[in-house]
């Protein structure tokens, strides 16, 4: 099922989403609503927090469209290493629709979580997938890629999306 994704402003996305303690089916079925709502938008990443759900889930698939999907259910994630080399990336996010800016974050990071099947995982993330990962991450502990960017140019973004938000609503 496709969900709606929060825009910014929203309270919601500022909100740091807990730990899941229990893996259940509904969280499963809310993991593939994610990627089915991912896919969709498209996009590369979506957070739980981004469908108003405060639970540490993202879902991710950085493969290129001409190469097989290859989807991440990542629960509880954790970066337990991160690179000294840095990366600079232009970002967007489907809760701040058509804006793009530079980011600069670790250029390699390695990330511990929980599958969809409850199997502790590790690996290695570099390029494209390190800068996804550390976006979604982002989303579950409440910040933004904007929040990365100056005060004037975060609030020029943020009224764009209010404006947004008005001409959706009406």
């Not at 990336?89 to 390695?110: D, M, Q």
């Amino acid at each position: 099922m496709i969900r709606p994704i929060l825009i910014h402003p929203d309270p919601r996305l500022k909100k740091v989403a807990p730990p899941v303690a229990d893996l259940t089916d509904g969280l499963r079925a809310l993991a593939d609503d994610m990627l089915e709502t991912m896919y969709e938008a498209p996009g590369i990443g979506l957070a739980a927090p981004q469908i108003g759900q405060g639970v540490r889930l993202f879902v991710m698939d950085c493969a290129d469209k001409e190469e097989a999907p290859a989807p991440f259910v990542m629960f509880n994630p954790e970066i337990t290493a991160r690179s000294d080399d840095q990366s600079v990336y232009e970002e967007g996010c489907l809760s701040i629709p058509e804006i793009y800016a530079e980011v600069t974050r670790p250029a390699e990071v390695t990330l511990a979580w929980i599958d969809r099947d409850g199997n502790p995982q590790s690996r290695d993330f570099a390029g494209l997938e390190a800068t996804c990962v550390q976006h979604e991450l982002d989303h579950l502990d409440g910040k933004l890629f904007i929040d990365y960017l100056g005060s004037v140019k975060r609030q020029m973004i943020t009224n764009k999306m209010k404006k947004l938000k008005k001409a959706r609503a009406s």
